[in-house]
């Protein structure tokens, strides 16, 4: 997520607003901090499962920023229907496969374990179905035969790094048309 708050310079149509967490120990909310983007967590397990409660803690959070887009990076809670229904069309997602091969975890050892020839990352619009919406932009790199899946999860996070922030600057700019990265 830092990566993409940092590539909302000049002439990046995007500014950061705020930058929320499941996870209080994450470092990018310090670096947020850091980098003059108000930052929070909501930690989800003191709600014991209770997912629309936690969600609603986060609506509080999300509420007085007044986004006008929500962007999704190792956000690692599954948002319910309901959620989602209230930032439709306004919600991105960055997944470390190419989709709609392998949503949800565990997703470099799968394409391993299949033998596939490439991996890479996916941005897509968020839905109710975990890592179905609309794909708007996809990079891939070639597997090694070296590669294990931390070998090959280091370099998707790279082309992640490339893939939202143009993702993103498209989306503002009214372009849904799919954008298809190269390794470099």
């Known amino acids: 997520m830092i990566r993409l708050v940092e590539s909302m310079?000049?002439?990046?149509?995007?500014?950061?607003?705020l930058v929320g967490s499941n996870d209080p120990?994450?470092?990018?909310?310090?670096?947020?901090e850091a980098l003059g983007v108000p930052s929070f967590a909501v930690d989800?397990?003191?709600?014991?499962?209770?997912?629309?409660?936690?969600?609603?803690?986060?609506f509080a959070r999300l509420d007085a920023a007044q986004p006008?887009?929500?962007?999704?990076?190792?956000?690692?809670?599954?948002?319910?229907?309901?959620?989602?229904?209230?930032?439709?069309?306004?919600?991105?997602?960055?997944?470390?496969?190419?989709?709609p091969k392998y949503p949800g975890l565990h997703t470099h050892?799968?394409?391993?374990?299949?033998?596939?020839?490439?991996?890479?990352?996916?941005?897509?619009?968020?839905?109710?179905?975990?890592?179905?919406?609309?794909?708007?932009?996809?990079?891939?790199?070639?597997?090694?035969?070296?590669?294990?899946a931390e070998t090959?999860?280091?370099?998707v996070l790279k082309q992640e790094h490339r893939l939202y922030p143009a993702v993103l600057r498209r989306v503002l700019d009214g372009n849904l048309s799919r954008l298809d990265l190269e390794a470099e």
């Open 25 to 32: 120990t994450a470092t990018g909310l310090a670096r947020a």
């Open 109 to 148: 050892q799968r394409a391993l374990d299949a033998g596939d020839a490439e991996a890479g990352a996916s941005v897509h619009l968020v839905t109710p179905e975990l890592d179905a919406g609309p794909i708007l932009g996809q990079a891939r790199v070639r597997i090694q035969p070296e590669d294990t």
């Open 9 to 17: 310079v000049g002439d990046h149509p995007a500014r950061a607003v």
């Open 44 to 58: 989800h397990r003191p709600f014991n499962g209770d997912r629309a409660a936690f969600e609603e803690a986060l």
């Open 68 to 99: 006008d887009l929500l962007c999704l990076a190792g956000f690692m809670r599954i948002l319910t229907p309901g959620f989602v229904s209230r930032f439709e069309g306004r919600m991105l997602n960055i997944h470390p496969s190419l989709l």
């Open 152 to 155: 090959l999860a280091a370099r």
